[in-house]
């Protein structure tokens, strides 16, 4: 599950830090290695782009289109609506395992219910699936409907989150394989069934559940973007509905914000970045019952879900409970 425990949010933070620091350990982007693993004192690393990083337009944007930036890109579903945002979050909030060190479980699976309920935090913008606090293979648009899909059933809502390899990591900048001891795998696929070979190890991706295709030439074993070099510092700008910049490792951050509840990119008094409908209620609105019926706010938009319909005992408390 995406959001992990209530703390998780504070948690990806202090985690993405520690990602993002420098270390003594040399990259290798080759990721050559023998069959003991990476050179000595190197990491096997797909991360680093190839070629000459893309320049900067008159503007002080990225010379690069979204085309460019991820060329092989799959054919998506439709984006969720608000009605199936709130009544997967309400799935999970309903059949997770919630152990509070403070505070009550209902308390704390309304805690989890509103902060899913906030998607324009999801993955899905960055269109890379999950990766804090735990990687997962699916993007959020997968996860979701399968767990809605699952009808109330809690072991099914859970099966709808799977592992994905730690040494897969996915960004806004892209995905990548970074080890070091295993060498960037070998690829062969069954359909969307990629299988990864490396060193002793061999893992399996449903590349499906990502919203992409298996590729035998992709390091992560599916059509996941691949980071794009890029000249930073440079301006953010909007391509239609994608938001481009250049972080800074020089990799060409990406978020399309059609991905999330009809979100646009558009220019605001802090620049440019993705808007989402406003519309009959105000963020943060508690979660409540009317009858059987889940009254959530997805974005400032005014929901239902009817908890027993979708399978679930009742509703109370402003949660779906389950058999």
């Given at each position: ?33 023998g069959a003991?693993?990476c ?9 680093n782009?190839s ?39 309400a ?58 899909e699952?009808g ?15 040494e ?13 001891k295993?060498?960037i ?30 590729d ?19 301006k ?28 646009v ?59």
């Amino acid at each position: 599950m995406w959001f992990g425990d209530p703390a998780s949010r504070g948690a990806a933070a202090i985690v993405l830090l520690a990602l993002g620091c420098a270390s003594a350990t040399t990259v290798d982007p080759s990721g050559a290695a023998g069959a003991s693993g990476c050179p000595a004192g190197k990491v096997c690393h797909s991360g680093n782009p190839s070629g000459t990083p893309r320049p900067l337009r008159t503007d002080g944007t990225v010379d690069v289109t979204p085309k460019e930036a991820w060329p092989n890109r799959a054919t998506e579903p439709a984006p969720l609506s608000a009605e199936e945002l709130l009544a997967a979050c309400a799935a999970y909030a309903a059949c997770a395992d919630v152990d509070p060190t403070d505070g009550d479980v209902k308390s704390a699976r309304r805690l989890m219910q509103s902060l899913c309920l906030k998607p324009q935090e999801f993955y899905e913008e960055r269109a890379v699936p999950i990766t804090l606090p735990t990687p997962l293979n699916e993007r959020w648009t997968y996860q979701a409907r399968e767990a809605i899909e699952a009808g109330g059933n809690c072991a099914l809502v859970m099966a709808a989150s799977t592992r994905r390899p730690a040494e897969i990591f996915c960004e806004e900048v892209g995905c990548w394989w970074t080890s070091p001891k295993l060498p960037i795998p070998k690829v062969t696929c069954a359909g969307d069934v990629a299988t990864l070979a490396t060193g002793d190890e061999t893992f399996t991706r449903d590349c499906s559940r990502a919203l992409t295709r298996c590729d035998p030439s992709s390091p992560t074993g599916c059509t996941d973007r691949a980071p794009t070099g890029c000249v930073h510092p440079a301006k953010d700008r909007c391509d239609g509905d994608i938001r481009l910049g250049c972080d800074g490792t020089g990799r060409l951050s990406f978020h399309d914000c059609s991905r999330v509840l009809g979100g646009v990119c558009a220019d605001t008094a802090t620049g440019p970045a993705c808007v989402y409908p406003s519309a009959d209620c105000a963020p943060g609105t508690p979660q409540g019952c009317n009858g059987t019926i889940l009254r959530g706010c997805v974005l400032e938009t005014a929901v239902g879900f009817d908890c027993v319909a979708g399978g679930f005992a009742s509703c109370e408390d402003g949660l779906c409970v389950a058999k």
